[in-house]
């Protein structure tokens, strides 16, 4: 073994192009799953404790769509909203509960969202109609801060607040001119940019004062409460709300606690990692048959070399060794560059996006060992290839 080492390294630096275009490859396919992997590990535990933290002290509360009765939009019948001011008084009284808040999503229907002065309309928004108690129950945070304090006494006025995304796509800065916008043929001055790593979608979020809101609801739109409890309360109060917010009635409402939520962090935290490990794997086939194919070539080069190594008696088995471990030093050197590469990568863009990388530690191990193995895998057929070639062949070759 000790021989085929050496003459690996030797036939290794004496094609040094071939050598290193393999080790480049091999080298970023690792790096690609290393980062691949630490990347998906610390955004699935970013996720998990954010998701965590809403499990453990946030209850949502909507209304059950009912088909069989249906109400014009300009109807004022109080039957239409079972989710009242009442009723947010009512889930206020449970014990452990620390805040309500009433608000109202719109659907936008075919109203377009475009700046005043034109542009392209902005897609997939959420129009919902606040309080400045969602401020406080979504940890938003504002620019201008002030505006928390003054939203209250902009009721009636038609004014927003955008999220971060929605702004860009419309061109709005914070405290800029003419910041207006069209939702159909309302139109809307912003006043302030809102955002929350809490409550993600409020990137992608256009919130005006609740009694406007009222105005322009569709005839599905029904009021929806946030309640904020002490933590590890959420799932006793979402078994409790219905009851108290509607009662008699309770079945046509739904409330999301600690529980839905668990599943959707399995879900999410699955969902990441799956799609993070499909495109590290084709990544890594994409290897294979780039390091297969630049093996093969360089068996045919060396097909009178091969076939002098025959003449003298080197057996099938030998050549078949000499070529795996070819591969396997050349695809170790790539996996030991790899790691560290992808190892770098990972933890520059987690640190870009805010997060804490986690890099397990068996993953240091892990880079050359998937480099080496990857070596290896490419280099089984061409070493079998170069194990057929008969001496008076390689000689007719020449």
């Known amino acids: 073994m000790h021989d085929l080492l050496l003459d690996a390294i030797r036939d290794a630096n004496a094609r040094r192009a071939k050598s290193l275009i393999i080790i480049v ?5 690792i790096a690609g799953l290393i ?46 909203d079972l989710l009242t001011e009442q009723s947010a008084g009512a889930v206020r009284s449970i014990s452990h ?33 606040v309080d400045d108690s969602y401020f406080e129950a979504t940890d938003a945070q504002l620019t201008p801060a002030s505006i928390s304090s003054a939203w209250n006494t902009a009721a009636g006025e038609q004014v927003a607040l955008v999220g971060e995304s929605v702004a860009a796509e419309l ?8 910041q207006s916008f069209r939702f159909g043929v309302q139109r809307f001055t912003v006043v302030g940019v809102v955002s929350s790593l809490r409550d993600p979608k409020l990137s992608q979020s256009i919130l005006i004062p609740a009694d ?31 009851d108290l917010a509607a009662p008699g009635q309770a079945a046509k409402l739904a409330a999301t606690g600690a529980e839905s939520l668990g599943d959707l962090r399995t879900g999410v935290a699955t969902n990441v990692d799956s799609l993070l490990m499909g495109v590290g794997i084709v990544l890594w086939i994409l290897t294979l048959v ?16 091969i076939g002098l190594r025959r003449a ?17 030093l050349l695809g170790s050197i790539g996996g030991l560059c790899g790691v560290g590469i992808g190892i770098l990568s990972a933890i520059a863009t987690t640190v870009a996006l805010g997060w804490v990388p986690l890099v397990p530690l068996w993953f240091l191990a892990a880079g050359p060992i998937a480099g080496t193995l990857t070596g290896l ?18 000689v007719r070759s020449d």
């Open 25 to 29: 490859v091999v080298t970023l396919s």
């Open 35 to 80: 980062a691949s992997r630490v990347v998906a590990v610390t955004a699935v535990s970013q996720i998990d404790e954010q998701l965590a933290a809403t499990a453990l002290d946030e209850v949502r509360i909507h209304q059950i769509h009912d088909r069989s009765t249906t109400f014009a939009p300009s109807t004022t019948d109080p039957t239409r």
């Open 97 to 129: 509960v620390n805040s309500v808040s009433r608000y109202l999503p719109i659907s936008p229907g075919e109203r377009p969202i475009v700046r005043v002065h034109g542009g392209p309309a902005v897609h997939d928004v959420r129009v919902v109609g």
């Open 171 to 178: 061109g709005i800065v914070a405290n800029g001119y003419d």
């Open 212 to 242: 406007v809101a009222e105005g322009l609801r569709e005839e599905d739109d029904h009021w929806e409460l946030l309640v904020r409890t002490q933590l590890g309360y959420s799932n006793s109060v979402s078994s409790l709300a219905p």
């Open 290 to 305: 780039i390091v297969a194919n630049a093996t093969l070539s360089s068996v045919i080069s060396r097909t009178s070399e």
């Open 312 to 328: 003298l008696g080197f057996s099938r088995e030998h050549i078949v060794l000499k070529f795996l471990v070819e591969g396997g």
């Open 377 to 394: 895998i490419a280099t089984i057929y061409p070493s079998l290839k170069a194990a057929t070639i008969r001496p008076a062949e390689a």
